[in-house]
């Protein structure tokens, strides 16, 4: 079985900072994946990043970044030059032996301007 | 990609109606998930479908629920006997063979009174 915690329940930022969120999970697999979603309100739930386990390189996307640390089963989320337009709920989620996502409760993020 | 559509967005039922949602995935996306979300939480997993083959299911499912897909593209949920704690956000996702992005939904949310 795999989990996903998230441990910070909100967060704020002041717009064009950095901010990181935290994620860290278990699993009993060798080969999973991990993914950061972006769930705006009243908006549906989109894919911000995702980390291959076995790729040691931590992925990039834009303003978006993680930084995966295998051996403590940690995975968070920095977002650079924060926007208004980034205030959402993040949740964290595994897959690994199954086609299920699992996720974590999620983290609502506050962008001040 | 017209993007996973849902109907209806909302419903609100009595206790002990039964209830059927509708996913239509994105076009030759021949996966297909649905999870529940409740308020404060992050997505559980309910069940997939590869073509119309329900391959996984959660335990979550009890037996008053049950999905079909039935010429491998559209999927209806359909919850009988409401209860309470049904109520709910109910998401559908889909994705192609190749790759593991899933692809989200509206959600249909459920009001169980």
């Known amino acids: 079985a795999q989990t996903v915690t998230q441990s910070q329940p909100e967060m704020s930022v002041q717009e064009a900072e950095t901010v990181t969120l935290s994620c860290t999970y278990d699993?009993?697999?060798?080969?999973?994946?991990l993914f950061w979603y972006k769930q705006p309100p009243s908006r549906q739930m989109i894919l911000v990043i995702r980390q291959e386990a076995y790729k040691q390189q931590n992925a990039t996307e834009n303003r978006f970044s993680v930084n995966f640390q295998k051996a403590a089963k940690s995975f968070s989320l920095k977002i650079s030059d924060s926007q208004l337009g980034d205030a959402a709920m993040y949740f964290c989620a595994a897959q690994g032996g199954s086609e299920k996502l699992v996720f974590g409760k999620g983290t609502k993020l506050t962008v001040n301007p | 990609d017209t993007g996973v559509s849902q109907n209806p967005r909302h419903k609100i039922t009595k206790r002990g109606q039964n209830v059927t949602f509708r996913c239509d995935p994105i076009s030759e996306h021949n996966r297909l998930y649905w999870y529940r979300q409740t308020l404060g939480q992050g997505p559980e997993f309910l069940t997939y479908?590869?073509?119309?083959?329900?391959?996984?299911k959660s335990r979550l499912l009890s037996d008053r629920f049950s999905a079909e897909r039935p010429k491998g593209s559209f999927s209806t949920l359909e919850i009988q006997r409401t209860e309470q704690g049904d109520s709910a956000m109910y998401l559908c996702a889909s994705r192609r063979d190749s790759g593991n992005e899933q692809f989200f939904g509206p959600g249909t949310r459920l009001t169980v009174l």
């Open positions: 699993t009993s697999e060798s080969d999973y994946y």
């Open positions: 479908f590869q073509n119309e083959a329900q391959l996984e």
